[in-house]
């Protein structure tokens, strides 16, 4: 379906992500590979997708802190792998805290790869799709893009800017065949959600348990985790041509969380 399309997926060393990244692959598309992580497990994922796919598959090491290396990561795809058609905005990081205790460099560091990170790489990949004539780019917001919990202030004030950074870069792209829509996942089990559960509990005092039951999946009426192949299935097909008139939208995919 994607044949020989060309895709980043930043943040794809784990998680959500990394599911993306291998849909895209088995969907067609030659993708780049971006996040942190050990160098060696990195090389062996990139290798077996690879192997699974029989796409070309790279990775590259820049830093969502650093808006040099964001656009050096769209400009070093376009070189390596072929002109960016498709471009996952996945990175995203988490902290678990009351407002008045939240720590500043962690605010800080949220709105730089959660947010400011979204705006470099489509600021870079913009222009090449408009030249085109053809471009899909998918944030992955949250379900915390459109409703809000306690002690999570900096992530949600982020994931609410993205949906708002999407609507407005899918008005400005929408004559060249572009589209820019955000997914809105609910709770999925990944690490980033896996190591928030001893933070959660501590700032509501409960049990790592009743965070899961109580809290997590309290708030899914499905009372069940969404899967990262879910989440991933529904980006290649917004990356689809099925999926050209879907833009500028903000899609959960949470299990009914946010028809509360
Ligand atoms: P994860 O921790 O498994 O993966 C995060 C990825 O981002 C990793 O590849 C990591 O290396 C990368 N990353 C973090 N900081 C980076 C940096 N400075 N530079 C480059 N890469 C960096 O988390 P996940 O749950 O897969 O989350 C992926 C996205 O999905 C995030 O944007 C998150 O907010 C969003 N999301 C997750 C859930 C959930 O329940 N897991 C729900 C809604 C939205």
Redesign the pocket.
């Known amino acids: 379906m994607l044949k020989d399309k060309t895709a980043i997926v ?10 993306i990244a291998e849909a895209l692959a088995a969907a067609g598309a030659n993708v780049m590979l ?4 050990d160098p060696d497990e990195i090389e062996a994922t990139r290798a077996r997708i690879e192997q699974a796919s029989g796409r070309r598959i790279l990775y590259h ?6 808006p040099e290396e964001i656009a050096a990561l769209v400009e070093d795809t376009e070189s390596d792998l072929g002109p960016v058609d498709i471009l996952v ?6 902290h678990v805290c009351p407002v008045d205790e939240f720590p500043v460099d962690k605010w800080d ?1 949220m709105i ?3 947010l400011s ?1 979204v705006f470099h790489s489509i600021r870079t990949a913009v222009p090449g799709m408009k030249a085109r004539g053809w471009g899909r780019i998918v944030n ?5 893009a459109l409703i809000a919990s306690p002690f999570k202030s900096a ?1 949600i004030a982020t ?1 609410h800017a993205v949906a708002g950074l999407t609507k407005t870069v899918a008005l400005e792209v929408a004559e060249h065949g572009t589209t820019v829509n955000a ?11 896996a ?1 928030q559960i001893p933070d959660t509990a501590r700032a509501r005092g409960i049990t790592e348990e009743e965070v899961k039951r109580d809290v997590l999946l309290a708030a899914q009426p499905t009372k069940k ?2 899967t ?1 192949e879910q ?1 991933a299935d529904f980006t290649v097909f917004l990356c689809s041509d099925a999926a050209a008139s879907i833009t500028g939208a903000v899609l959960p995919i ?1 299990g009914g969380w946010t028809a509360h």
């Not at 971006?34 to 992580?37: A, D, P, R, T």
């Open positions: 930043t943040g794809s060393t784990s998680g959500i992500g990394l599911g971006n996040g942190l992580g090491g820049a830093n969502m802190l650093k905005n996945n990175a995203g990081i988490q560091a730089a790869i959660n990170a992955i917001a949250s379900a915390h992530y994931k997914i809105c996942p609910g709770y999925v089990l990944t690490p980033l959600v190591n985790f969404v990262v989440v949470d």
